[in-house]
Nanobody, 123 residues
Framework: VQLQASGGGLVQAGGYLRLSCAASGRTFGYIMGWFRQAPGKEREFVAAISWSGVSIYYADGVKGRFTISRDNAKQAVYLQMNSLKPEDTAVYYC??????????????????WGQGTQVTVSS
């Protein structure tokens, strides 16, 4: 499985961006997640969505502002980010997890990772 994240960029606070992650290879049944890593900080969980799309989970800091979705026919997952804040500045990674949804926030449960896309929010 290969993952390719895109859609990052520079945006002013209060603005929006939509990240995309294209998957190649077999991702049937996989949880798809987004993580981010800010300079000098550890990588952290952002959002995850189950294969069916029924189960979705967000980190507290993005709840109500970010929306994760997926299109299994296109093998794609998206992260709509609204009301962006400077503290959202980070490299954003998409990842694929073959395990149960209870592991959705656990970085080590994800087998495959994209290369990351930079999101910079100016104040």
């Amino acid at each position: 499985v290969q993952l390719q994240a895109s859609g990052g960029g520079l945006v002013q606070a209060g603005g929006y961006l939509r990240l995309s992650c294209a998957a190649s290879g077999r991702t049937f049944g996989y949880i798809m997640g987004w993580f981010r890593q800010a300079p000098g900080k550890e990588r952290e969980f952002v959002a995850a969505i189950s294969w069916s799309g029924v189960s979705i989970y967000y980190a507290d800091g993005v709840k109500g502002r970010f929306t994760i979705s997926r299109d299994n026919a296109k093998q794609a997952v998206y992260l709509q980010m609204n009301s962006l804040k400077p503290e959202d500045t980070a490299v954003y990674y998409c990842a694929a997890n073959p395990m149960q949804f209870g592991t959705a926030t656990k970085e080590n449960a994800y087998d495959y990772w994209g290369q990351g896309t930079q999101v910079t929010v100016s104040s």
